[in-house]
């Protein structure tokens, strides 16, 4: 029983949420103590006191702060504690403004804790036009930011973000850059006793006598013998209006002469409780050694040195096997396919079925994966004694919830008791590529690697920047929120022909590499694919353990040679695996037999359509294919009421450094020309948002 009680308090106190300055503390303090105790956050600072003695063993707790002073509550706490003060540490206090856009005069509203707000006042006077909303911790004001609302700002502790967090991150930005919080340590015990640090001692002085010049015979009393008060600060007793304690820090230790002989007068006429004599913080922690500290907290939590590994459903040193099934019903054809797999390893197994629900669109539009091939994979894994849940981060602007309810998938899931997850409701964890040549690291959805195994269920498409989105590029849906935006803004590579996007989706083939594939062909897609195409009935559906020999086939199907589609290539000749269907094994023998070319994307992705200039520099594939929708519904009508001869100049995409007058801006990566042109928001914007916008203008210009 001891031994578990002490294992209980094994653990360090402070106030939370996540993110804020005391969490980052206490996170050092860890390593202070080995590395063994455990950080718990508590909702107040009362709460977190309380803990100290009890849940845990210490608590770091703040208690004054260079610009804002004492934490008064921490201080009355302090009068009725049997705690001790047994060491301190004082933390720099940085602040760094995170937004979702691309320049300062973009940003509509910014998130701040009230204290905060009052620390950075100066930067946040110099913004014109800008909301401030007042949040009650730092964790929440850095949680709004990343929900990636487009003009959102936060300002936030330095250390909790990256330069490449976000579109937009300004450092420094508090009034006093060597602002610091010093952070008491309270226990029953003492933590260490080092001999290079000079002493301190606190205490708390109760009045006993109201009577004129108590304040001063204290003072008196150090100064006649040379000791050196550090602060002094009254708090009201809450007994009786007039009456106070004094809180004092002295410079040494406790059983100095000195220190003893002031405290035998003071105690003649005044109660003196000791709250502690530790080792005095000298100097702020230099904020790397804070980070490195908490990065070996964060290590032992969960290294970002991931990759999914090897699929346990795949048989080494056998040819992969590839089943190929053709029907009218999407749910008998997938589990015609699924009937030829030896499913029993995944037995006690929990699988994360990754579906593209990557937009919100119905089951029929061959832009989403079929909910009833979803359903047989779900009720095939089930049967087999898995436990299945459903996983997706959809593309910027997209609600998760919305996708699964509009493509169906929700529903079967439900039906089935199978748990469907936003990826994107986590903090993101960095990936790193040892061998990446377009990137080196990923942020990717948390929930990738809290299972066993990942089933990759993408539609059979072809894609206007990729050539087809099968089983490997479908895990960019894995993804965190904007950052899968980031693999189409990349500079081109110095000597090499493939597009950045390509080599960036093999680079991350090489770690997110998925364990089983079921391709989804009973409805595909065609032409100007991943969403702005034709959907097309074919009624097939490809499994297999190896997702590029699922890919190989698939392609193979769709009329297309494997070996054209870029990311596909690039991996191969890395040795990811094999696009040669000789080095398969394929059921049926007939397969081939189904083959119905799709037809391809257009090769010049730069948009022509009568009437319209489309103006293209670094634009996404969300951003094209909802421009293509509003030209495709609403073009040949904008061109009759323009007449012939009149031109509509759009603009798409981040790379643009200057743009014509006149130009309609589309998108949030165009929101730079907004003050000087007609810009329609969004990431992407709705075809609606983007015709209502036209409509203003042109009433605007006539």
């Not at 004082?90 to 320049?103: K, R, T, Y």
């Not at 950045?500 to 694919?529: C, Q, R, W």
Request: aromatic share 8%.
């Amino acid at each position: 029983m001891a031994s578990l009680y002490f294992m209980c308090m094994q653990a360090i106190a402070t106030l939370g949420p996540s993110n804020t300055f005391s969490e980052l503390a206490a996170q050092y303090y860890t390593s202070i103590l080995g590395g063994r105790h455990s950080v718990k956050l508590y909702p107040t600072l009362s709460k977190a006191f309380a803990a100290v003695g009890n849940e845990c063993e210490y608590g770091i707790l703040p208690i004054e702060n260079m610009t804002e002073g004492y934490v008064s509550v921490i201080l009355d706490l302090l009068v009725h504690t049997n705690l001790q003060i047994v060491d301190e540490l004082l933390l720099p206090i940085q602040f760094s403004l995170v937004a979702n856009c691309s320049s300062l005069e973009e940003i509509e509203r910014i998130y701040a804790q009230f204290v905060t707000q009052g620390q950075c006042e100066r930067f946040l006077d110099n913004l014109d036009d800008t909301s401030i909303i007042t949040t009650q911790s730092n964790g929440i004001s850095l949680e709004q930011a990343l929900k990636g609302i487009p003009y959102e700002a936060a300002i936030v502790p330095a250390y909790s973000v990256k330069p490449d967090d976000f579109p937009l991150v300004r450092a420094n930005i508090a009034d006093f850059a060597n602002n610091q919080t010093r952070f008491i340590v309270l226990g029953k015990n003492s933590v260490r006793c080092e001999q290079n640090r000079p002493w301190k001692t606190s205490i708390l002085i109760f009045e006993t006598v109201d009577r004129p010049g108590v304040l001063s015979g204290i003072l008196n009393a150090f100064a006649t013998r040379s000791v050196n008060l550090m602060s002094i600060i009254s708090r009201p007793t809450k007994e009786m209006l007039g009456r106070y304690h004094f809180f004092i820090d002295i410079d040494g230790r406790r059983d100095s002469g000195p220190v003893q002989e002031a405290f035998q007068e003071i105690g003649n006429q005044n109660a003196i409780k000791m709250l502690g004599t530790y080792p005095r913080a000298e100097t702020p922690i230099d904020l790397k050694t804070i980070l490195s500290a908490r990065s070996k907290t964060k290590h032992k939590q969960g290294s970002t040195d991931f990759s999914l590994g090897t699929s346990p459903l795949y048989k080494t040193g056998e040819k992969p096997r590839v089943f190929v099934s053709c029907g009218a019903e999407p749910y008998e054809v997938t589990t015609q396919a699924l009937a030829n797999v030896d499913l029993t390893p995944v037995c006690g197994k929990r699988v994360l079925l990754k579906p593209n629900a990557g937009r919100a669109a119905a089951p029929e539009s061959g832009i989403v994966t079929h909910p009833e091939v979803v359903a047989a994979v779900i009720d095939a894994f089930k049967k087999a004694g898995a436990e299945v849940a459903l996983g997706e981060s959809p593309v910027a602007g997209v609600s998760t919830r919305e996708a699964f309810e509009k493509s169906g998938i929700a529903a079967v899931a439900k039906a089935r008791n199978c748990k469907c997850i936003d990826m994107d409701s986590r903090r993101f964890v960095r990936v790193e590529i040892p061998q990446g040549q377009a990137i080196h690291n990923l942020k990717v959805c948390p929930d990738v690697f809290d299972f066993d195994i990942v089933v990759s269920i993408p539609v059979m498409k072809t894609h206007m920047h990729t050539g087809v989105t099968l089983s490997v590029k479908n895990m960019k849906g894995c993804l965190w929120r904007r950052s899968k935006v980031d693999l189409h803004m990349l500079p081109e590579l110095p000597g090499c022909d493939d597009r950045p996007l390509n080599i960036a989706i093999a680079d991350m083939a090489s770690v997110l590499k998925p364990h089983f594939a079921v391709i989804d062909g009973t409805i595909g897609m065609e032409g100007l694919g991943p969403s702005a195409g034709q959907p097309k009935n074919f009624g097939a559906v490809v499994v297999s353990s190896d997702p590029f020999a699922a890919d190989a086939v698939a392609c193979t199907l769709m009329g297309i040679d494997p070996l054209t589609i870029p990311h596909l290539r690039i991996s191969a000749e890395r040795g990811y695996g094999s696009l040669d269907c000789d080095d398969f094994d394929i059921s049926p023998s007939g397969w081939q037999e189904i083959i119905r070319p799709f037809a391809a994307p257009p090769e010049n992705l730069s948009i022509a359509f009568e009437g319209v200039e489309v103006l293209d520099s670094k634009s996404c594939s969300a951003c094209q294919s909802t421009l293509l929708l509003f030209l495709k519904r609403y073009g040949n009508k904008i061109y009759r009421e323009k007449g012939p001869g009149n031109q509509l100049r759009i603009a798409i995409g981040k790379g643009h450094d200057k743009l014509p007058e006149n130009t309609i801006c589309i998108g949030n990566c165009t929101a730079r020309f907004k003050k000087d042109r007609v810009h329609v928001t969004g990431c992407p914007p709705v075809a609606s948002e983007i015709l209502k916008t036209y409509a203003e203008y042109i009433d605007k210009i006539e």
